[in-house]
T-cell receptor, first 113, second 114 residues
């Protein structure tokens, strides 16, 4: 199993809603990531979890709250988002060593109204 | 502050010819350089990488060249095939003990014409 699975594929939410994005991998990887990608822009790193602990937070606003319940799961909790937060949110995983070889999911397309 | 730059937003080549995609970086702390391929409606897929101690890495039709003094890398695809048509992202990362901190370039749309 070399897949990273993300749900939902599409999400539309209002600015007052609370929703969550989910990510799952069964490759035994111990590092998991959230990236944000706006249209025609490169993916931008948001968070890195290593061995279920948050190791990197790239100054992401607190309306985005990551959670890593176990080594296979990664969540991104969303609350009070703004329309400019609309983007493709990509989850990825890798071995814990930092060589950059990430396995990405297909992404969750988020629209904030 | 764009630390990884791909100055060509698009490239078009004929099937069977060589495709050369270029990338420049500014951060001398980067230790690993990678190329990712992305098809529409899919996440990026790792293609090939090179560490800063090497100047060339080859994998089948794909070769990555690194010129550290010029802070420049390139991806050569020979021969190019229509299925190679995708967006190619250059990426770089410093060595990290806890996962990777990838910085991506803006991408180059490669179109291989039959």
């Amino acid at each position: 199993d070399t897949e990273v699975t993300q749900t939902p594929k599409h999400l539309v939410m209002g600015m007052t809603n609370k929703k969550s994005l989910k990510c799952e991998q069964h490759m035994g990887h111990r590092a998991m990531y959230w990236y944000k990608q706006k249209a025609k822009k490169p993916p931008e790193l948001m968070f890195v979890y290593s061995y279920e602990k948050l190791s990197i937070n790239e100054s992401v606003p607190s309306r985005f709250s990551p959670e890593c319940p176990n080594s296979s799961l990664l969540n991104l909790h969303l609350h009070a988002l703004q329309p400019e937060d609309s983007a493709l949110y990509l989850c990825a995983s890798s071995h814990s060593r930092g060589t950059g070889e990430l396995f990405f999911g297909e992404g969750s397309r988020l629209t904030v109204l | 502050d764009q630390q990884v730059k791909q100055n060509s937003p698009s490239l078009s080549v004929q099937e069977g010819r060589i495709s050369i995609l270029n990338c420049d970086y500014t951060n001398s702390m980067f230790d690993y350089f990678l190329w990712y391929k992305k098809y529409p409606a899919e996440g990026p897929t790792f293609l090939i990488s090179i560490s800063s101690i090497k100047d060339k890495n080859e994998d089948g039709r794909f070769t990555v060249f690194l010129n550290k003094s010029a802070k420049h890398l390139s991806l050569h695809i020979v021969p190019s095939q229509p299925g190679d048509s995708a967006v190619y992202f250059c990426a770089a990362s410093p060595w990290e003990t806890s996962g990777s901190r990838l910085t991506f370039g803006e991408g180059t749309q490669l179109t291989v014409n039959p």
